[in-house]
């Protein structure tokens, strides 16, 4: 329902499902555009005939075209011509090639259009086109005529001239991605770029806005910036938008390298909306009213995360919140990154306490705090595990089946390196980039590992994988040899504080946009004001990144020049093999 009503008025959907669903979701469609909004059920052929000993091979999936409203984009899309449609179609030939015979007469009524041609009556619904360009298409040698007067000409459709083959609703010219295609980044849903550059250039125009809700390896996006189109992508996998963004930037330095125009493109990272949304109270309340709604909000809300992280409530502890394999657990605040000061009341809690190992859970930390105070910590006898809470916390599903994942901290270290002949011009080299992990990770994952199986986890650092086979031997691999091995992307932003991020929000309320229990009264009209949220947008100046066939990595930036003396804060980002970002400012003088 929600695409329905981003979509355009004359804008259209492609659903793409396979032989289990396709009935299903064909009656939900009908349900959310209407019946009448259906216009095609195509049929691509991803794979070919392969052997099936119970019933026919399945090697196709659909793909279900619905419009938005009454009109919508249309521009018609050809094939290559067979020989055998050459052969059966073009029968006729002259001096200037091969041609068909095409329709003279009016499709419809046309009293302007009834004239004598040549000795030729009009047709019952008159000639398809003026004297004038009759006269034209003759000279030309575009009519056919016939050996008699009562038969009708026609026009002649030569090959040469001819787009192709009209397409119809059957796909059968390209295939899933095969593993040796120079487009494959290893996404397992990945779909050819030949399928969006149809799918796109059928039913948009040049700079028209196309949206994928579930953009996984980012072949929407990519083709949709080859084909001039703007785009926005979304997807809940960290995996999926880290790959989108490595492939996008390549598909920029292609149309760089081929003199094309690109556009810049923004990473957004939205779970602070839906936590924003997730605590919303509304109705007229009371300042007393809402105080209590908002702390019943926010106890529901520590109880999720808990439940997502298997940890069981502490009700009569009056900081911590829960427990979970024998550490302490603590929930961090909800709309402010955890810092300093809150760490040293963790610490300072557990050793009134006599604990000695506890978890923090948080959607953001301070920059800088991280190893510092882990350090710390660990002087005082306290293993502290720093965790963020992911945006899969709200997917109920995710939660019930213990598919959420709380990953663990990072740190990155970058140094400036100045140019000896040039005092404007800076690199930035990766140093380091750390991770931290919990203790006692491999020994859980061997007591619930099943024989014949296997499972990778992190334990001090490092990337372990544990394999039990079927007499219950362990065996272990480490897959990470060196600091770098972590590391799958890094950027830098030369002056990461010029440019602020600005929002718009109704007159008189917060950052955030929102009040609890603000809702404006019906037909009251709201007031917006540009305001500063406190943050600052990380732009992509420099990056490198592994690709698929190429897994080196620099890390030393090319330089950059500054066009004036001053003091700097270049920013860090990092993202590692599991598709977390982590980021440093690295303060800098230029003299």
């Known amino acids: 329902v929600l695409m329905r009503d981003l979509m355009h008025k004359d804008g259209s959907i492609y659903v793409h499902c396979d032989w289990r669903v396709n009935s299903f979701v064909r009656l939900a469609l009908n349900d959310v555009f209407g019946r009448d909004k259906f216009l095609n059920e195509i049929t691509w052929r991803r794979a070919r005939t392969h052997n099936d000993a119970t019933s026919w091979a399945a090697i196709a999936d659909t793909l279900l075209f619905y419009k938005r409203g009454d009109q919508f984009v249309w521009n018609p899309q050809f094939t290559d ?16 090639g091969r041609y068909r015979l095409g329709p003279i007469d009016s499709p419809n009524p046309r009293p302007n259009m009834m004239y004598v041609w040549k000795g030729f009556q009009p047709p019952k619904k008159g000639w398809r086109y003026s004297p004038e360009r009759m006269a ?31 397409m119809g609703t059957v796909w059968t010219e390209f295939s899933a991605v095969q593993a040796s295609a120079n487009e494959r980044v290893d996404y397992p849903t990945q779909k050819p770029e030949a399928l969006l550059e149809r799918i796109i250039s059928a039913s948009s125009n040049e700079g028209d806005l196309v949206a994928d809700f579930f953009c996984g390896s980012g ?34 330095r292609e149309l760089e390298a081929s003199g094309k125009p690109f556009r810049a493109f923004e990473v957004l990272n939205l779970g602070r909306y839906e936590r924003q949304a997730y605590l919303h109270v509304g109705g007229r309340l009371t300042f007393e009213q809402k105080e209590q709604a908002l702390a019943q909000k926010a106890h529901e809300f520590r109880e999720l995360i808990l439940r997502a992280y298997r940890a069981q409530p502490l009700e009569g502890d009056s900081f911590f919140h829960g427990k979970n394999a024998g550490r302490l657990v603590v929930v961090g605040p909800i709309n402010l990154p955890v810092g300093r000061l809150f760490i040293e009341e963790v610490i300072t809690e557990c050793r009134k306490r006599g604990a000695s190992r506890v978890d923090v859970l948080a959607f953001e930390f301070e920059m800088g705090l991280f190893p510092a105070v882990l350090d710390e910590a660990k002087q005082k006898g306290i293993d ?18 213990h598919q959420v994942v709380f990953h663990d901290v990072s740190f990155v270290e970058a140094t400036p390196r100045y140019d000896d002949k040039d005092k404007l011009t800076l690199r930035i080299e990766l140093t380091d980039f750390s991770v931290y992990y919990s203790q006692g990770a491999a020994e859980a994952a061997v007591a619930s590992l099943k024989n014949g199986k296997s499972e990778v986890v992190c334990e001090n650092g490092q990337l372990i994988k ?35 991020e600005i929002i718009k929000v109704p007159s008189g309320l917060g950052v955030d946009g929102n009040l609890p229990g ?23 100046e420099w990056q490198s990144f592994r690709t698929r066939r190429n897994r080196e990595l620099e890390l030393i930036s090319a330089p950059h020049v500054y066009t004036e003396a001053g003091r700097y ?23």
Request: proline share 3%.
């Open 136 to 166: 034209e298409l003759d000279r030309e040698d575009r009519i056919w005529y016939p050996d008699s007067k009562d038969k009708r000409p026609a026009t002649k459709l030569y090959l040469d001239d001819s787009k192709g083959a009209l």
């Open 384 to 401: 502290l595990a720093p965790k963020y809470i992911p945006a899969e916390v709200f997917d109920k599903r995710a939660v019930e089946k």
């Open 466 to 500: 544990l394999s039990k086979d079927k007499d219950g031997v362990i065996t272990r691999a480490l897959l990470t040899r060196q600091w770098t091995d972590w590391v799958d992307y890094w950027a830098v932003d030369f002056n990461y504080m010029s440019r602020k």
């Open 219 to 252: 072949t929407t996006a990519a083709m949709a910036e080859k084909l001039g189109r703007k785009w926005i992508c979304v997807d809940l996998g960290k995996f999926a938008i880290h790959t989108t963004r490595k492939r996008l930037i390549q598909v920029q």
């Open 81 to 96: 011509q067979t020989e055998e449609d050459i052969e059966t179609r073009y029968r006729f030939k002259d001096d200037r």
């Open 569 to 591: 804060k270049v920013a860090v980002k990092v993202i590692d093999i599991f598709g977390n970002d982590t980021m440093v400012l690295v303060p800098v003088n230029v003299e």
């Open 518 to 540: 603000f809702e404006p009264a019906q037909g009251e009209l709201v007031e917006y004001e540009e305001r500063w949220t406190g943050s600052y947008i990380f732009e992509n």
